[in-house]
């Protein structure tokens, strides 16, 4: 009777287990000193501050936050931020808040699974003290040509990322899943969405104006066979488009492909 008593209890623990937190960090990064910071996510740069006159006064650059997919892996998180000095006038010093040497740049911040770290790092940048070197004797020379005037280079197109997450499950050769989203989808951006094999229900395109998350909520709930294909794409005027393709196969996880759309072109190309 007592062991029938522990398994049970045993049960009702698995029952109840609540499903991994998941991992983020939030960092408030603040610069003291005449300089920028930049990180591998979007936005590209964080903050400029190459405009303070004060190498005393500490400003705080803004929020970078990192975070898992959302897909079920719960893996560790770490977020890399990267101080640039102002050209010609300051060097970069130190990091204050990170987790390796002061002096490393860039600095990087890990959060362990299921952990949630707040963090305040600051950039130390100070004028650059080096001597200047003499000036060289003028020397006679011949007169040069005018300059030739130089041409304008173009910028190229910045390139839209998005991350779609998921999760689902799976019975026989169909699957289902139970949540999809984009996220991270740039401002003045637009989501359209297809599905081929897919159910009546299922098959209308999808189209959206929207930043931020964008949840498909239609491919939702809904039973999907093997071989069946969601195609998402965002584009924006002036930039290269993201295609996510999350192909479904059965009883294996789905398959998720990334592909680019230069503006113009009619079928997507490999990043």
Sequence with gaps: MRRLIGIAAALGALATAEPAAATFIEANVSVQGAGRILTDTLPATLCNR????????TLVCGRAVAADPDDGTNPPVTLRLIAVPRSGTHVFRRWEGCDGAATSNPCVITAAPGNNRTVAPKAVFERDTAPA??????????????????????????????????????????????????KDVPSGAR?????????????????????????????????????????????????????????????????????????????????
Excluded: H, M
Excluded at 50 to 57: G, K
Excluded at 138 to 148: E, G, N
Excluded at 168 to 177: M, N
């Design 50 to 57: 190459d405009d303070t006159t004060d190498d005393r006064v």
């Design 191 to 271: 989501v359209s969405a297809t599905c081929a094999n897919c159910p009546a229900e299922a098959r209308r395109p999808y189209t959206v104006s929207r930043s931020g998350t964008v949840r498909l909520r239609r491919y939702e709930r809904v039973r999907l066979k093997a071989g069946t294909k969601i195609t998402v794409t965002v584009t924006r005027p002036g930039s290269v488009g993201a295609v996510k393709v999350l192909e479904l196969r059965g009883a294996k996880a789905p398959l998720l492909k990334d592909r680019c759309l230069p503006e113009g072109a009619l079928r997507p190309q490999p990043c």
């Design 133 to 182: 070197p003499p000036a060289p004797t003028p020397t006679p020379s011949a007169p040069q040509p005018a300059p030739t005037p130089a041409q304008p280079v173009a910028t190229p197109p910045q390139r839209l990322r998005a991350r779609l997450a998921y999760q689902f499950l799976t019975r026989g050769r169909a699957t289902t899943l139970t949540k999809l989203q984009l």
